[in-house]
């Protein structure tokens, strides 16, 4: 029996099949766990939606819906949706970020005012707004586990990570005030620190390669990542197997 046998859960975050939160998805799917899944809204032509629902649906998807973590009204209807279709869920996977390029490759010191909040408030203030959104339906279960992604360069600084690195940092933060909060009624949360991966969101980040190639010559373990990696340790950190981590930031990126 796998370990998410009658486990009910949210995945937001994935774009493709080379998304993190695809990588997670298909290990939590191995383990029987039963998803609801939601995508960047489209315009006129549903791309978005169709990329997610490729993945999703063979695997059994509950629901796919659209969620802008900008618009409280998509996330709360969001967590209505999963109310009806599931009543309570056992996690909650958070796999979102976005900088504009302009003020993403640019220094820091150099990035508008305005990049710098809309960064801010999809990468690190939506963990906030999706956790308080669920906690206030009332759906999470007792011992739900709530998962985001994060970087090394939200701890020290990694040239070309830039603004992207002060948002991981806030998002850390979020986690432990989170975990703090969330606690006492049973929720943890949690971040997975990854190794840089290529995927739609790391190939706006300048330097990727660099990040890689210096990954790969000075990680102990000599090497860059797999999605694989990444996907079983989101699967242990929403499973039971973590039962007692909270508030922690767990490295997945070959010891570098
Ligand atoms: P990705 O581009 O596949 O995923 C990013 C997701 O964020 C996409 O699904 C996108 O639709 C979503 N998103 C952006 N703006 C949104 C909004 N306003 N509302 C709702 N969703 C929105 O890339 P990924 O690398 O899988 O990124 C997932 C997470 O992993 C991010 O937090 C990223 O910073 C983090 N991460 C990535 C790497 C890496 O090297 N790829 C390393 C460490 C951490």
Redesign the pocket.
């Known amino acids: 029996m796998g370990l998410f046998e009658g486990k009910k859960g949210l995945v937001?975050?994935?774009?493709?099949n080379?998304?993190?939160?695809?990588?997670i998805t298909q290990k939590l799917h191995e383990q029987g766990a039963e998803m609801a899944f939601?995508?960047?809204?489209d315009g006129e032509r549903p791309k978005?939606e169709n990329k997610v629902r490729k993945l999703v649906d063979p695997i059994g998807a509950k629901f796919v819906m659209p969620?802008?973590?900008?618009d409280d009204a998509?996330i709360e209807a969001v967590m209505e949706k999963t109310a009806a279709e599931f009543g309570k869920i056992d996690f909650i996977l958070?796999?979102?970020?976005?900088a504009p390029p302009a003020d993403l490759t640019g220094p820091t010191y150099a990035c508008s005012r305005k990049g710098f909040g809309l960064a801010m408030?999809?990468?690190a203030y939506?963990l906030l707004a999706v956790s308080g959104a669920a906690k206030k339906a009332g759906i999470l279960n007792e011992g739900a586990s709530i998962l985001?992604?994060?970087?090394?360069g939200g701890e020290e600084v990694i040239p070309g990570y830039n603004l992207?690195g002060i948002c991981?940092a806030a998002?850390e933060c979020c986690v432990r005030y989170l975990a703090s909060e969330l606690g006492p009624s049973g929720t943890r949360v949690n971040a997975?620190?990854?190794?840089?991966?290529?995927?739609?969101?790391?190939s706006g980040?300048g330097d990727?390669d660099k990040?890689q190639l210096v990954n790969a010559a000075m990680a102990p373990l000599r090497r860059n990542l797999d999605a694989d990696e990444?996907g079983s340790m989101g699967m242990v950190m929403l499973s039971k197997l973590s039962s007692a981590i909270t508030g922690e930031v767990v490295h997945v990126d070959c010891g570098f």
């Open positions: 937001l975050g994935i774009a493709n080379f998304s993190i939160a695809w990588a939601t995508h960047l809204p978005n969620c802008d973590v900008c998509h958070h796999s979102i970020a976005f408030e999809i990468s939506s985001t992604l994060s970087y090394f992207m991981k998002l997975i620190s990854a190794g840089p991966l290529r995927t739609v969101s790391s980040v990727f990040m990444v």
